[in-house]
């Protein structure tokens, strides 16, 4: 199909021609305008950007240029939106953890890890108590005999256990208590 610019060209060859009388026609006295070809249909426009060809095709290159640098200008505006939103997410996880070590920094050692202190001693008290000991008073007089020292076996007596097994009621209501309130405190930390 022929561009309007063929056309035109091929209506100035003609009228540049020299005439012959046997084969052309004489040339009409009105001109006659170059027949105007239907727009092409626009292509669908992008979300964020709408080019619009002016020049019928003639061109093409500066339009192209100015689209691709309309498409580059909204990509870097919506880069920029999003480096922001997350710009500020990051601020407020900052916010978060600056507060949570300055809570942490406020707390002296020995509030902060009493709670573990306790079971671990109650821990190491019924081990000694009920398996240490017992150990030590039916081997030692094993090992006293291979020296040459001759003892006599005394069963162990439990010490946690005489006055009725108070300690081990105390540690039992000081450390149930304790981890109660704890997991209390962790639930209030998580809800706020």
């Known amino acids: 199909m022929d561009s309007p610019s063929d056309r035109i060209k091929a209506a100035l060859a003609k009228k540049n021609k020299p005439a012959d009388p046997a084969t052309d026609t004489p040339p009409d006295p009105t ?16 979300p964020s950007v709408t080019v619009v060809d002016v020049n019928n095709g003639n061109n093409n290159n500066a339009s192209t240029v ?10 870097v505006q919506a880069t920029a939106q999003a480096e922001a939103s997350v710009g500020l997410a990051q601020t407020s996880i900052d916010k978060e953890v600056a507060e949570h070590q300055i809570e942490k920094e406020e707390e002296h050692w020995v509030k902060a890890y009493w709670r573990p202190a306790m079971g671990w001693l109650y821990m190491a008290i019924c081990f000694m108590d009920f398996v240490g000991f017992p150990l030590i008073t039916m081997f030692l007089p094993v090992f006293f005999k291979g ?12 010490l ?22 704890r997991g209390q405190e962790k639930l209030a930390k998580i809800g706020n």
């Open 147 to 158: 020296l040459g020292i001759q003892t006599t076996y005394t069963a162990w007596q439990s």
């Open 31 to 46: 001109p006659t305008p170059a027949p105007v070809s239907p727009a092409p249909a626009a292509p669908a426009p992008a």
């Open 160 to 181: 946690t256990l005489s006055n009725g097994g108070l300690i081990h009621l105390a540690f039992g209501a000081i450390l149930g208590v304790t981890s109660f309130m």
């Open 66 to 75: 100015m689209a691709q640098q309309t498409v580059q200008m909204a990509s």
